[in-house]
T-cell receptor, first 114, second 114 residues
């Protein structure tokens, strides 16, 4: 299965600043997905990123707050903008792998906003 | 995608079989049952999936009732490392549908005790 590397693995940020999270996959994939997991909660899909087109955002998530780039078939970034303590979460990227019957997830970025 | 219902928590003794139930009474004919797990501080991990036949792989077995309204994930010999949150998800099969989303519920926290 695909190997996904996320950077940074964790960070502590000041409110009002922005953080860009990188997701690198060791194989070419059509679709990449960004999830958020708030403390003690399940995963929530933020957006779907297709290479060469704008990301598709889920209800409750907007591009100004979570801009996403997808410059090629192996890489994507998610930026958490103008952060507040409510943005403290684990952010995970994921890819679809039809050959293994499901999704593969990165190990996540643990973000704490102070 | 159809909604699933899982118990919030279960315990299992090390070395015994862990049987995790999932109800999905509104499942559609083209929807598969997927199981993922999330070990603390890691990204979710794909376990197994099935449509209507029972499935087995090196990690687990999946038993789907004949009416497909419920299923059971079986870990035949649970170890301490199987302690995790287990998610049962139903959705159309990968690669064949237009809905690529995985919708996570709250899952079942399985605690394997020594």
């Amino acid at each position: 299965s695909a190997v996904i590397s996320q950077k940074p693995s964790r960070d502590i940020c000041q409110r009002g600043t922005s953080l860009t999270i990188q997701c690198q996959v060791d194989s070419q994939v059509t679709m990449m997905f960004w999830y958020r997991q708030q403390p003690g909660q399940s995963l929530t899909l933020i957006a779907t990123a297709n290479q060469g087109s704008e990301a598709t955002y889920e209800s409750g998530f907007v591009i100004d707050k979570f801009p996403i780039s997808r410059p090629n078939l192996t890489f994507s970034t998610l930026t958490v903008s103008n952060m507040s303590p409510e943005d403290s979460s684990i952010y995970l990227c994921s890819v679809e792998e039809i050959t293994v019957g499901g999704y593969t997830f990165g190990s996540g970025t643990r973000l704490t906003v102070v | 995608d159809a909604k699933t219902t899982q118990p919030p928590s279960m315990d299992c003794a090390e070395g015994r079989a862990a049987n995790l139930p999932c109800n999905h009474s509104t499942i559609s004919g083209n929807e598969y049952v997927y199981w993922y797990r999330q070990i603390h501080s890691q990204g979710p991990q794909y376990i197994i999936h099935g449509l209507k036949n029972n499935e087995t792989n090196e990690m687990a077995s999946l038993i789907i009732t004949e009416d497909r309204k419920s299923s059971t994930l079986i870990l035949p010999h649970a170890t301490l490392r199987d302690t995790a949150v287990y998610y049962c998800i139903v959705r159309v099969g990968f690669g064949g549908g237009s809905n690529y989303k995985l919708t996570f519920g709250k899952g079942t926290l399985l605690t394997v005790n020594p």
